[in-house]
C-alpha cells in the first residue's frame, strides 16, 4: 500500500511540472527557446550612415594644356569703315611649357598682331586680333586658327563677330553688268538705305562714263532710295567702266561714290583659255580640268570631248544644264608633248554659232640633262726631286 502511495504521489508531481512548463513557453510546447522577459521591451537597433565617398583626385594634365578664357569675341557694334581690335586671353593649364606655333586669320579682313608664343604651367598669354569693317554691312563672322603643341587640342578655331551699323547703306556696292554680243545691254538697281534719324536729301547724281545711264528713284522719302545703272547705245563692244557720284544731307557720309563695270564676255567661253601641263615626261597619270561656261541666251549642250593626243580621255560633267559644264582630261604617265606638235582639246556644242570649242594645251619641255665635268686625275709628283 506504501509503494502504491508513493507512485501516485510521483505521477501528481509530474503532471504539475509538465504544466507548468506548457505555461512558461506559451502556446508552442514543442518550442526551446527561453521565456521573454515581460519587463524588457525590445529596443530596435540603430544604423550608422554610410560614410560619405571621398572625392575623386582630380588629374594634373600631363603636358601643355591650353585653356581660353573664351573661345569668342563679340565687339558688338560697330560703325563701317571702323578698325576693332579684339583680344583673346588663354592659360596653361598644364604641366610643361606651351608654345603657341601658329595664328592664322580665315579671312584677308582679319590681321593678327602680337601674341604670346611660350607660356610656362600656369601662365598666361593673350592673341591680338584687328578686324576691318570696310565693305561689310550688318551681321559678321570670322574665325582665326590657333596651332600649339596641346596633343588634345594641336588646332583650335576662334570666332570674332558682330555687327557693322553703316549711316547710310549702300547694296551692292558696285554696279556690274556682264554683256556679250546675244545681249549688248544689261541694268542693275543699287539700294541705298538710311539709318539716321533725320531723313536723309539725296542730289547732285553724276556719272563719268557715257556708257551707262543713270536713275535715281525714291522708295520710301528720306529713306530708301534705289540706283537703276544699265548699259546705254551704242552698246559697249569692249569692258568699259564709270564713276557715279551722289550728295547726300548726311554729314558723316556726304558723298556716295559708287564704281559701275560693264564687261563684254564671249558668248561661249572655256575657263582657263589654256590648257598647262607640268614638267614633260609626266612622272604621275594627271587630270586636267577645264570649264565651258555659256553665256548667252539660249541653253546649249555639249558632247564628244576628245584630245588630239594618243592615251589622253576626256569627258563631260553638266554642273548647270545647259549653262555651265567641266570638262576633265586624264593623262597618262611619261606623257609629253612633242616640239612643234599642237595637242588640244575639242568639243562638240549645239550653239550654231560655235559648234566646236576648242582649248590648247601647253607643256614645260623636258629639261636637258646637266653635264657633270669629269674629276681631273691628280698630278703626279717627281720621285727625283724629293
Known sequence: MLALALLAGLAVYAVKVMKAG????GSNPGSNLPPASASAPVVPVATAPPAPAAPAAVPVSSGPKIQFASLTYDFGKANGDDVVNG??????????????????????CLKVGEWTRTVEAGQAGSIAVRFDTHHYTGFFAKSVFVTCNDASQPKLSLEIKGNIWRPIEVTPPTAVLNLNAESPSN???????????????????????????VELQTNQPGKAYQLIVKTAPPWPRSSVQGQ???KTSATNMPVINLMAWANVLPVV??????????????TNPFTATIWVQNNGTNTIKLS?????????????????????????????????????????????STH???????????????????????????????????
Not at 87 to 108: Q, Y
Not at 355 to 373: D, E, S, Y
Open 22 to 25: 506548457k505555461a512558461a513557453n
Open 87 to 108: 583680344l583673346f586671353t588663354f592659360t596653361n593649364v598644364g604641366n610643361a611649357r606651351l608654345e603657341v606655333t601658329d595664328v592664322a586669320p580665315s579671312c584677308g
Open 187 to 213: 541694268a542693275t538697281t543699287i539700294r541705298i538705305v538710311s539709318h539716321l534719324d533725320d531723313p536723309l536729301i539725296l542730289s547732285d547724281l553724276t556719272n563719268t562714263s557715257r556708257a551707262f545711264a
Open 244 to 246: 557715279i557720284t551722289l
Open 269 to 282: 567661253m572655256a575657263i582657263p583659255q589654256v590648257v598647262r601641263l607640268p614638267e614633260a615626261p609626266l
Open 304 to 348: 564628244e570631248p576628245a584630245v588630239n593626243a594618243k592615251g589622253v580621255t576626256a569627258r563631260i560633267r553638266e554642273d548647270q544644264p545647259g549653262r555651265m559644264s567641266t570638262v576633265m582630261m586624264d593623262f597618262p604617265t611619261g606623257f609629253e608633248i612633242a616640239a612643234g606638235e599642237k595637242v588640244e582639246l575639242s568639243v562638240k
Open 352 to 386: 550654231p554659232l560655235f559648234p566646236t570649242i576648242k582649248v590648247p594645251m601647253m607643256q614645260a619641255p623636258r629639261l636637258a640633262p646637266v653635264a657633270v665635268p669629269s674629276p681631273k686625275p691628280p698630278a703626279q709628283t717627281n720621285s727625283a726631286g724629293k
